[in-house]
């Protein structure tokens, strides 16, 4: 298959930063090309490029991209940007941006993941883009008041020596520590990624470990993030994934399904990345394609 790289400049306030991304297809077939919005935050885009199989079953273009600071996109002086730098909308006007460089904003669809989700709801329910047909939604949440109430829930089953280790190192801030994240190794591997973790798995959390924005997570920037209150507004015809296992738990997926007019949920056996999971990753590619070609 066809694959094109490039970087394009990225200006915020006074200072240009450059976004990379790589397509995969060819952006004049026709056919309107599916963004993929990655997770993290912080993470790159190496874990999602199994989705380049959309491509193969239905030649629509697939667009990868590291978001701003992270993985190819990554800067000097990335570290020492005040949690205020990070923001929803910086991560929006870099989407805009790239859209409008691509020149599809006219017709194009996302797929976004955990976080890549929320941005994805964030950025249809508020900016509205008339050019934006399509939008999927793969274990990401309305707010993180609800994403910390699942983790929280899922948490609360695991054994007491485990739950117990992870409540302390979080209160008395020592995530740091080994023990830590030996226990978060098991919540991982029933909620998050099978182990032993796909190579592009290991490539993307690389990244953020490498370079982390470590200011906005669920402790930073985005703690008190909701788009509850707009998710109505979404007009976009909608596909919403979770999986049985998943982090995301219903509670996460169930307020867009109830709020968003022209909507379909489609639910996989596993953990929180679908298109990693054997059992699950074909039935996923299917889903999405069928979605995008006859929703």
């Not at 629509?60 to 590291?66: A, C, E, R, S």
């Not at 978001?67 to 002086?77: A, D, L, P, T």
């Amino acid at each position: 298959m066809a694959e094109v790289t490039g970087k394009v400049d990225f200006k915020v306030g006074d200072d240009t930063y450059q976004t990379w991304y790589k397509i995969v297809g060819d952006l004049t077939s026709g056919a309107h090309p599916l963004i993929v919005l990655h997770g993290g935050p912080g993470v790159s885009h190496d874990y999602m490029t199994p989705l380049a199989e959309i491509h193969n079953k239905c030649n629509i273009p697939v667009v990868f991209y590291d978001q701003i600071g992270i993985g190819k996109s990554f800067f000097e002086g990335v570290a020492d940007k005040p949690k205020e730098f990070w923001t929803v909308d910086l991560f929006m006007d870099e989407l805009d941006n790239l859209v409008a460089h691509l020149g599809v904003q006219n017709g194009f669809a996302l797929v976004g993941h955990s976080w890549g989700g929320m941005l994805g709801a964030h950025y249809a329910s508020h900016r509205h883009p008339v050019g934006l047909k399509h939008l999927v939604i793969t274990s990401g949440t309305p707010s993180m008041a609800l994403w910390e109430q699942s983790t929280r829930q899922l948490l609360q089953a695991l054994p007491a020596d485990v739950r117990e280790t992870i409540e302390r190192h979080e209160k008395e801030g020592t995530t740091d520590s080994p023990e830590y994240e030996k226990m978060v190794g098991i919540f991982f591997e029933k909620h998050v990624c099978k182990s032993p973790w796909p190579k592009v798995m290991e490539t993307s959390f690389a990244a953020m470990m490498q370079h982390p924005t470590s200011e906005f997570t669920i402790t930073g920037t985005l703690k008190s993030w909701s788009c509850l209150d707009q998710i109505h507004t979404i007009t976009t015809p909608t596909l919403l994934t979770n999986g049985v296992m998943d982090e995301a738990q219903d509670v996460c997926i169930s307020p867009f399904f109830q709020r968003i007019p022209h909507v379909k949920w489609a639910q996989f056996s596993q953990r929180h990345m679908p298109f990693l999971e054997e059992e699950d990753q074909a039935r996923y590619f299917q889903v999405v394609a069928d979605f995008l070609t006859y929703a």
